[in-house]
T-cell receptor, first 110, second 112 residues
Framework: SQQGEEDPQALSIQEGENATMNCSYK?????LQWYRQNSGRGLVHLIL?????REKHSGRLRVTLDTSKKSSSLLITASRAADTASYFC??????????FGEGTQLTVNP | DAGVIQSPRHEVTEMGQEVTLRCKPI?????LFWYRQTMMRGLELLIY????????DSGMPEDRFSAKMPNASFSTLKIQPSEPRDSAVYFC??????????FGNGTRLTVT
């Protein structure tokens, strides 16, 4: 299976709740990135965490990285209806190749 | 900055026709990537360029696909001849010195 597999495939929550998405990968990485994609649009970069970092915050986003387990999680706190989108993790391996997972479809209900 | 600009936004063509997708990266970015997105296969890297030179084209599915970057501000992805299984959304993205990617809004290709 490919690098950067997200879990769950789909997540539906109520506004105000937290959303957690997970990503697993298979090989050594330089960094791991999370992107967001609204329907019919291109991907937008959210946050990057390097292989020597364990946790990173950006506004309502919190990303963790566990290189021993080859996994990462993205937490969106106090979700809003506007957070509804697909979220992708991407791993950068040697040669600067960025490989994306299949994404988690997040639906935030008002 | 206008971001990465792709054209056309939609392309409908018949099997066997040549298709050319175009991309203008963000000014000053030195890396350019072509991705293809389908429901079945997700996002696949087709090819990427660094300083206008193709670095990795291992994702190009067949010889029917070719990509060029004649200068720092323009790239094309060509499919000749096109087939129905090429139907997908094709994204171009650019970056500066391996920083995060900036994506265009894609070209939705339908081959009938």
């Amino acid at each position: 299976s490919q690098q950067g597999e997200e879990d769950p495939q789909a997540l539906s929550i109520q506004e105000g709740e937290n959303a957690t998405m997970n990503c697993s990968y298979k090989t050594s990485i330089n960094n791991l990135q999370w992107y967001r994609q609204n329907s019919g649009r291109g991907l937008v970069h959210l946050i990057l965490i390097r292989s020597n970092e364990r946790e990173k915050h950006s506004g309502r986003l919190r990303v963790t990285l566990d290189t021993s387990k080859k996994s990462s999680s993205l937490l969106i706190t106090a979700s809003r209806a506007a957070d509804t989108a697909s979220y992708f993790c991407a791993v950068e391996t040697s040669g600067s190749r960025l490989t994306f997972g299949e994404g988690t479809q997040l639906t935030v209900n008002p | 900055d206008a971001g990465v600009i792709q054209s056309p936004r939609h392309e409908v063509t018949e099997m066997g026709q040549e298709v050319t997708l175009r991309c203008k990266p963000i000014s000053g970015h030195n890396s350019l990537f072509w991705y293809r997105q389908t429901m079945m296969r997700g996002l696949e890297l087709l090819i990427y360029f660094n300083n206008n030179v193709p670095i990795d084209d291992s994702g190009m599915p067949e010889d029917r696909f070719s990509a060029k970057m004649p200068n720092a501000s323009f790239s094309t992805l060509k499919i000749q001849p096109s087939e129905p299984r090429d139907s997908a959304v094709y994204f171009c993205a650019s970056s500066l010195h391996n920083s995060p990617l900036h994506f265009g809004n894609g070209t939705r290709l339908t081959v009938t």
